[in-house]
């Protein structure tokens, strides 16, 4: 990313009453190297991309964030202003306002997710009950493969990941077998965010490539993908079996 770049992304971030945090890693491929998080400018507190081992949000993830209003309602939530600490007495008296939505979070799928995935899944166009979610969670999980949803107070969307070992390549294939992020909720960051996050966890299982697969009739999904760093590769050919 360019510094032209970075500086329109830290004037989108202030704008938003956010701080660009960047990361001081200056070699690729090593550490957080070209990730970035947002904190907010007033108080500090991590609002995305910042964990434990350093920084973990891409920059159209950021942007995306920014963009949705995301950090504009969560900054909203914080304290009152001084017209409203003036007026303390009236404000009392005025309805509570709604609490502002919380920020978008990615975690393992649970048992209890079964039902929104189920949902999830048919906007897709496949058939599956809240039982079978549950029974083919439980094999992934004993199989070690991820499968991710990303929440705010409800599961938005759901991602699934596999990995495999050939013989032509010297590291573990990863691959993004399905993501689907509810129609509703497209267009805020989050299905980049799940992506990213499973980048994160097939590379911790020793993948040194990452492949998606997707319809060809998808082109707005082939879209997103070409937007998040990847390219048409290969042709995928599949066969039914009896």
Not at 79 to 93: L, P, T
Request: a positive charge; charged letters at 30%; proline letters at 5%.
């Amino acid at each position: 990313m360019t510094k032209d770049e970075v500086e329109r992304l830290r004037e989108m971030a202030a704008n938003r009453g956010c701080k660009l945090v960047t990361s001081r890693v200056r070699t690729p491929g090593r550490g957080d190297y070209g990730r970035f998080g947002l904190k907010d400018a007033k108080t500090g507190s991590a609002i995305l991309g910042i964990g434990k081992k350093g920084l973990t949000a891409r920059p159209e993830e950021i942007e995306a964030f920014l963009r949705g209003g995301a950090a504009a309602d969560w900054k909203g939530s914080l304290g009152a202003s001084g017209k409203a600490v003036a007026n303390r007495a009236a404000a009392k008296k005025a309805p509570k306002a709604a609490p502002p939505p919380k920020p978008p979070k990615v975690r393992e799928a649970r048992p209890k997710d079964a039902e929104a995935i189920s949902v999830l899944l048919a906007e897709l166009g496949y058939e599956a009950g809240p039982t079978d979610v549950r029974k083919r969670l439980a094999a992934l999980r004993k199989r070690g493969e991820a499968t991710l949803v990303v929440e705010r107070g409800k599961v938005l969307g759901v991602l699934t990941t596999s990995t495999t070992f050939t013989l032509h390549r010297p590291l573990h294939v990863g691959r993004i077998s399905m993501m689907v992020v509810a129609e509703s909720e497209r267009g805020q960051g989050l299905g980049a965010q799940l992506v990213a996050a499973a980048e994160e966890r097939l590379k911790a299982r020793g993948c040194g490539l990452v492949e998606v697969t997707s319809n060809r009739k998808r082109l707005r999904a082939h879209a997103f993908y070409e937007k998040l760093g990847y390219e048409k590769t290969s042709f995928r050919f599949g066969k039914t079996l009896a």
